[in-house]
């Protein structure tokens, strides 16, 4: 028998073993669950965060393209030639569209504001997600000749825009071809209505400004002709991550150095490494709960070598080296990490899966969804088994230095 299958043996005969003084089984049990309990709180307030994560994302999905182009330097171009064909006909992207966004002055029934009016073409009007995330009317922007426009439950809620009321939104935008008149400033402001058709939410920060409306009317607002600010394209469902980056760089190609081409990632680039960091956040103040949790085991061992020492004493006498004696113990106080580790394991995958798949933990409210998402990674799996079982051998080296530094 190696010395290393002696110390296992050894040191699992000291865990399950009865002991002289019951409070160092109840200190152990106590340990063991904490663990347990720490592990499973792990898994589970991280898969809830992906599951909340995955939301966000599928939310903003609806206004943030797979990829987008714009130019570097300006604020509009003319989307023509032999790349824009060539994209087209890729067999991955779903749909390519023109927009032209613009911050502008609006007036609704005496309510007046700033808004971010972004104008669409009939693609984007007929192929948009956002149509899954209407909560008042329908999504539509022409009603016959009648322009239409679709607002952000925010900006329509602080404005009173209502899709029932009759009255336009009036948008302003000052003239890029007419000189300020001092005399006459009002001749200087171009000025459009639109008629709200519907509210749609995504998050706060989008439905606190956006407002959707033909591009033919944004062009007109702005007196441009077939300019556009930007290129939307979106991908097929289920496109994989590598064929995207490797259209985005053949696209960035091109196209040169005139254009910027953009992943979903890089147009909201501060919000998901927010997002990333968050999760690191929370994973780091789990990980420090365990580390306060496992000093129990420190109680436990310490006890435990103390009522060994006769056991100590003998495998001495037989011969064993102080590196065995030391990896006995080192590895029974490791084993009760080990054993909360394997039951928090358990419970919180057990757990995550049964709400991911059945739902039964509901949220409250009239949210977007209806129990809370929730999403099990075998990433944060291995992160959990990983970052417990180096907390449990860590600790229990802890007590095991602190009895031979004593003997010294």
């Not at 050894?10 to 200190?27: D, E, M, P, Q, T």
């Not at 330097?73 to 087209?88: A, H, L, Q």
């Not at 009939?122 to 999504?139: A, C, K, N, S, V």
């Not at 990632?265 to 968050?278: C, D, G, I, R, T």
Request: charged share 20%; hydrophobic share 45%; glycine share 8%.
């Amino acid at each position: 028998m190696t010395k290393m299958r002696l110390a296992t043996f050894i040191a699992g005969r000291y865990l399950f073993a009865k002991k002289s003084h019951n409070v160092i089984n109840i200190i152990s049990a106590i340990s063991a669950t904490g663990m347990a309990i720490g592990t499973a709180a792990l898994i589970i307030i991280l898969s809830v965060y992906n599951g909340f994560d995955s939301l966000i994302r599928s939310m903003l999905g609806s206004v943030e393209p797979d990829l987008l182009i714009t130019p570097s330097t300006g604020k509009v171009f003319v989307p023509e030639g032999e790349t824009y064909d060539w994209i087209y006909d890729q067999p991955e992207v779903k749909n390519m569209c023109g927009v032209l966004q613009e911050q502008v002055f609006i007036n609704y029934d005496g309510q007046q504001g700033l808004a971010k009016a972004k104008g669409v073409d009939w693609i984007y009007e007929e192929e948009t997600p956002l149509r899954d995330h209407i909560r008042d009317g329908e999504f539509k922007l022409h009603r016959g000749d009648v322009p239409m426009a679709a607002v952000g439950a925010g900006l329509a809620y602080s404005m009173g825009i209502s899709p029932r009321f009759v009255s336009p939104i009036e948008i302003y935008f000052p003239s890029r071809t007419r000189k300020l008149s001092m005399s006459n400033p009002i001749s200087s402001i171009e000025a459009i209505k639109v008629w709200p058709s519907s509210i749609f939410s995504v998050n706060n920060d989008v439905d606190a400004e956006l407002m959707i409306i033909p591009i033919e009317k944004m062009r007109e607002l702005l007196e441009y002709d077939d300019e556009v600010s930007a290129v939307e394209i979106r991908l097929a469902e289920g496109t994989d991550g590598k064929v995207l980056k490797n259209l985005q760089k053949e696209i960035s190609e091109r196209l040169g150095p005139d254009f910027k081409v953009k992943d979903r990632f890089q147009q909201n680039e501060s919000l998901y490494k927010m997002m990333k960091y968050e999760k690191a956040a929370i994973y780091m103040i789990l990980i420090f709960v365990i580390i306060i949790i496992a000093f129990n085991i420190f109680g436990s061992l310490s006890m435990l070598i103390i009522e060994k020492k006769f056991d100590i004493g003998t495998l001495r006498s037989m011969g064993a080296q102080e590196s065995l004696i030391k990896r006995i113990f080192i590895l029974e106080g490791w084993f009760i990490s080990l054993a909360g580790l394997a039951a928090g394991l358990l419970v919180g995958t057990g757990f995550s899966l049964l709400q991911q798949h059945f739902g039964f933990i509901k949220m409250p409210g009239h949210f977007v969804v209806q129990a809370y998402p929730i999403i099990l990674s075998w990433s944060d799996i291995l992160l959990t088994v990983v970052g417990v079982a180096a907390i449990g051998y860590l600790i229990a080296l802890l007590p095991v230095a602190s009895y031979y530094r004593k003997e010294k």
